[in-house]
Each structure stands twice: as structure tokens, then as C-alpha cells.
């Protein structure tokens, strides 16, 4: 049997293939597309996906969609019943509904050539944030949480995984939820861009929770682990916000009204400079949605009892609370797929129908036979291919004062990378498959040196062009966690951040935080190899298992194809460019 499951209509469209209860590939669309967190019909990420599994679109029995226009109707004309919002706001809602009913018609006008046979099988949101992260986990019983802005009218549920069902015990409806209250507070404090909310992460470090009463005001938990908005402070409830999520970047309106002006003062525009009163309030920002999520995950211990927690949904992405689980809840094992947020959803939809098939057939009982230890399931090139490439453009690459060499041998091309970052060089690291998921994980990575002090200038300076406050990660060998951090646990996706231990802080300055901490990825042997191996070279050579990591863009999607990798290469500053064995470097 065969699932495409798909991600459309969100932010972060993205698509995956599942066959016989195994995932073969998966993709975001805007790696392909070029336009960050791309929004609309994911053709090319299906595209890649069904070339990848060498199979037509003839041959897919069902696409599952991370969607459900019927889920939880009850609660849709209730809200509709008692607080009579804006017309337009109703109108718009049921013309986005129309507009994305049609599948089957999308795939006919990406694919004339082929012909879709199967069925098209809706899932409801969250469910499919769920299966998105209990289904690919190493657990067989779990509590299971999904946070977000919304999705099918709700903004988050939570229950239990047992062997391959999901049962939800608790849902937070629209219009309360912990992903507007930090989207509003993130439009808030400046950042007005779809995705901008881990930069009040990076920010929140340099301030203080002056602010956390305030944020009480605005954030309400309840008895039942839950939470609720002050609606006081919003605008999505009743009027019509600008929402643009069509082919292209997603635009999302001003969320939050002219009270909380009134409550938390003046909010800053764009261009104005930060002060110590936005870095206050983005401290409290984090504060309160930690308050809530621990609020909520030691109630559902208490009710379930299980030691493991799957997380899922757009708030999952909050990799500093996600470090703190194990401190500030009884939960000993946390596992969050590399693409916690919507783009997730393709899989979590995928796998949901999966198993309901696959019961079915089976009397009602499906096997797991799948875990995502690696985020590694996007397309990779050939050094056959890089070559071909490389000739093409060899003029260019040289008119440009760049030398071009073939290493064949890992061993001595991980030793001479590993060189030039201990040398302080920027190097560009283009391996085997794309990661899935925003992080680049050592495959499309920028990898550098985290002893020196000047390297986050270094590196903003010559390519990212950022802000200075938001932290660059480590990259650390896994048999080396312990040494370095206060938690010694599995992050294979960079979701965690953990505290550095205070001795070993200042000699990885450039990957450790005002606060001490790092948001780390454990490199496995056996998931990824050749970067292990890099890692390791480096640690023979300097006595320290940890590269810092950043992801290969420069304002732009992660590069996906080794043109992209050679023109972001070419465009910036860097000094080393590695494309598989291909090894290119400023003269």
C-alpha cells in the first residue's frame, strides 16, 4: 500500500511517501521552490517524493491530507452561533474551504501525464501533528501533545499513544491558543514575519520576566491542564486578519489589538531599535508559554503515568522549553520529529492513514515497523553528477579565485575540512540526502570553529547577515554529550537545548548562549557517517568533539541542489565549499 501524505494550504507545504508502513522520502516544497515557508499545493515536493520511491502517481492507493474541513463542525457553528463575528470573516473561512477541496483537480493539473486512481483521505489536524510524532517514535505507549496556531478550528489536543492508536482526551479550540498568544507577542516586539518567533527565543535570554504578571493577564491555565487567551488582547476572533497562505510566502495580519499597547506600552516597529524593555517582555514571552506547556505536560503525567512524551505542532519548535521537560516535568524521554511543525502534518496524515487501512486488513490490529531516527529523506546528487556541474561552471568557479579538488578518500577529506575550520575558515558541507525540517542537521550545513570568540561576527558578517542576539548551535559527537552538557540525551533533530557545562563554556564561545545553554544535535555514527567522521577529524585535531552548525542559506530556503550550494558559495564570503567528495576553496 502506498500513502502520499500532504501538507497544502499551510505555511511550510510539504509532502511524504509511505509504503507499507515505511517512509521512503519526504520534502518541503520550499527547498524547491526557493520562497522560505512556502505556502499552497506541494507539486514538486510530491514530485520528488514519487521519484524518489520510483513509483506514478497511478500507483499511489491514497493521499492523505493534513486537513479536515469537516473536523469538529459542532464547535465551528457554535462559535458562529454565540459571538456573531465579522461576515467577512465567516465568508473568507468558507471560500478558503471551497478552494481547497480540490485534490484530486491539483494533482491533475501538476501531473497531465499521469492519473490519480486512489482515494483522498482527510485528517483531521492534530491528529495528524500526533501520529506526525508518536507514530515515527521509538515509544509503543506515550502521552502525545500538539501545539499550535490553529488548524481545523483547533489550536492544540493532547492525549495517549498505545501500540499504534492515538486517543485524544483534550482539545483547546479557536480562538484560544498558546501559538497566537507567542505569534502576537512576536508581532508585538517587532518581527513581523511568518516564522519569527524563535527570535524572541534568541532574545529572550538578555532580559527578565519584569513582564510575566502582565502576560498572566493574557494567558489563563486551566484546571484541566488546559489554557485560555484573554481575548481582550486579540483580533483574530472577530474581526477579518489578513491571511495569505496561496503560493507563495505565507502573510499573516496584525494579530493583537490596541490593548495590549495599553497593557505592555508602545509596540516597536520593525526598524526601531531594541531596548531593554523588548528584551523584558521577550523573556516573559518564554516564561509564560513555559508556565502553560509545563502546566499542561504535569497534568497529563498525572493522568497517563507514562515516562515518554511525544510532542508535536508549530509551539514543538520551541527547542528551549523542550530542553526543560525533563527538569520541570516527571516525563524521563521526549522524542519531536524534525519537523515538529505543519510540514509534519504530511507524515503524521500519512501514517494515520496507514494504520486505519492497515487495521482493517488485519483485523483491527496494524504493526509499527518504522522509527525516524534521522531527518535524511530529501533528494541527494551524485559526485558523478557534482562533477558534471563542476565543468560546467569551472570558468566561473576560477575567474572567481576558487580551486577545484576531488578527494576521493573520506578519511582525508574529513581531515582537511576538518583543518580548515580549525584554521577559522567557513565552510560550506553539502552531503547525501536533504535533512526534513528547518534544521540543517550536517548535510546542508555551514560548519565552522566554536572556539573562537569572533566566529558569530565572522559568520554574519561574510554570509548570514542576522541578528547579533540569536545564537549559532553545536553540533557535538553523542559519545561526547556528557562531558559538555548538564543533560545527556538523544537530540538527533536539534530540538533541545540544554545548559553547557559552566566549565567547558568558554572554550565554545561561539555556539554558547548569554544564558550558558545550546541548542545542540547529536551526531550518530550510524545515521550519518561522514559527518560523524568530520566531527571526529576535528577532535583529533583541536580536543574538542563539537563543530558549530548553521544552515547553508543565505536569506533564503536551505539549499537543496549543489547549483544552489555553488552560487550561495560563490555570492557570500565563504572559504571552503564541499559538494560529496568535491572539495573547492578561495585561493
Known amino acids: 500500500m502506498i500513502v502520499l501524505g500532504v501538507n497544502a494550504f499551510h505555511g511550510d507545504s510539504a509532502a511524504c511517501l509511505v509504503r ?116 515515527v517514535s521509538p515509544f509503543d505507549q506515550a502521552a502525545v501533545v500538539s501545539v499550535d496556531g490553529f488548524g481545523d478550528f483547533a489550536s492544540g489536543a493532547w492525549g495517549e499513544g498505545l501500540g499504534s492508536h492515538i486517543e485524544i482526551s483534550g482539545r483547546v479550540y479557536f480562538p484560544h491558543s498558546l501559538g497566537i498568544f507567542y505569534q502576537a507577542l512576536t508581532q508585538f516586539l517587532g518581527f513581523p514575519h511568518y516564522g519569527d518567533e524563535y527570535k524572541v527565543m534568541g532574545l529572550a535570554p538578555y532580559g527578565k520576566p519584569s513582564y510575566l504578571e502582565a502576560m498572566r493577564e493574557i494567558v489563563k491555565l486551566e484546571a484541566d491542564g488546559g489554557y485560555r487567551l484573554n481575548l481582550d488582547y486579540f483580533r483574530h476572533h472577530k474581526e477579518k486578519v489578513e491571511y495569505e497562505w496561496e503560493n ?135 559526485d558523478e553528477q557534482i562533477g558534471e556541474i563542476l565543468d560546467q561552471r569551472q570558468a566561473e568557479i576560477e575567474q572567481a579565485g576558487c580551486r577545484i579538488e576531488q578527494i576521493a578518500d573520506e578519511a582525508a577529506l574529513c581531515e582537511r575540512t576538518a583543518a580548515a575550520i580549525a584554521d577559522g575558515q567557513v565552510v560550506g558541507w553539502f552531503q547525501g540526502r536533504l535533512e526534513w525540517g528547518p534544521r540543517a542537521l550536517g548535510n546542508r550545513s555551514i560548519v565552522c570553529d566554536p572556539r573562537r570568540a569572533d566566529m558569530k561576527d565572522i559568520l554574519n558578517l561574510k554570509i548570514k547577515r542576522r541578528e547579533s542576539f540569536r545564537p549559532f548551535a553545536p553540533s557535538i559527537l553523542r559519545e561526547a554529550v556528557s562531558a559538555w552538557f548538564e543533560e545527556d540525551d538523544e537530540v538527533p533533530f536539534m530540538m533541545k537545548v540544554f545548559q553547557i557545562r559552566e566549565e567547558k563554556r568558554a572554550e565554545i564561545p561561539a555556539v554558547t548562549h548569554v544564558d550558558g545553554s545550546g541548542r545542540l544535535q547529536t551526531v550518530y555514527a550510524e545515521t550519518n557517517p561522514r559527518y560523524h567522521r568530520l566531527i571526529q577529524a576535528f577532535n583529533e585535531q583541536t580536543g574538542v568533539p563539537i563543530v558549530l552548525n548553521t544552515s547553508f542559506n543565505e536569506n533564503e530556503p536551505v539549499v537543496c541542489r549543489p547549483e544552489e550550494a555553488l552560487d550561495c558559495f560563490l555570492r557570500t564570503r565563504m572559504d571552503v565549499l564541499v559538494l560529496g567528495s568535491w572539495f573547492i576553496h578561495r585561493q
Open 20 to 135: 507499507d508502513g515505511e517512509m521512503l522520502a519526504a520534502a518541503e516544497e520550499e527547498r524547491f521552490r526557493r520562497i522560505k515557508h512556502w505556502a499552497g499545493f506541494p507539486s514538486e515536493a510530491i514530485r520528488y517524493c514519487l521519484e524518489e520511491a520510483g513509483v506514478g502517481l497511478d500507483a499511489v492507493d491514497v493521499v492523505a491530507l493534513n486537513q479536515d474541513a469537516w473536523a469538529n463542525l459542532g464547535k465551528k457553528i457554535g462559535f458562529t452561533l454565540a459571538r456573531r463575528p465579522d461576515l467577512k470573516l465567516v465568508l473568507d473561512r468558507i471560500r478558503n474551504k471551497r478552494e481547497r477541496a480540490g485534490v484530486d483537480r491539483l494533482l491533475a493539473e501538476a501531473f497531465p501525464d499521469q492519473s490519480f486512481r486512489g482515494r483522498v483521505v482527510p485528517v483531521e489536524h492534530h491528529l495528524a501533528h500526533l501520529s506526525s510524532a508518536f507514530h
Open 248 to 382: 507563495g510566502v505565507p502573510v499573516v495580519g496584525q494579530l493583537y489589538s490596541d490593548a495590549l499597547e495599553s497593557l505592555l506600552g508602545p509596540a516597536r516597529a520593525a526598524d526601531e531599535p531594541l531596548e531593554q524593555r523588548h528584551r523584558d517582555i521577550a523573556h516573559s514571552i518564554q516564561a509564560m508559554y513555559e508556565e502553560a506547556f509545563f502546566h499542561l505536560l504535569n497534568h497529563l503525567h498525572a493522568q497517563y503515568g507514562h515516562d515518554a512524551l511525544c510532542l508535536a505542532g508549530g509551539c514543538a519548535m520551541n527547542s528551549v522549553a523542550n530542553g526543560k521537560v525533563r527538569r520541570h516535568t516527571p516525563f524521563k524521554q521526549v522524542y519531536i520529529q524534525s519537523a515538529a511543525g505543519d510540514a509534519g502534518g504530511a507524515i503524521g496524515a500519512a501514517f494515520v492513514a496507514w494504520h486505519e487501512q492497515a487495521g482493517k486488513e488485519n483485523a483491527g490490529a496494524s504493526a509499527r515497523r518504522f522509527v525516524m531516527d534521522h531527518a535524511y529523506w530529501g533528494p541527494s546528487f551524485s
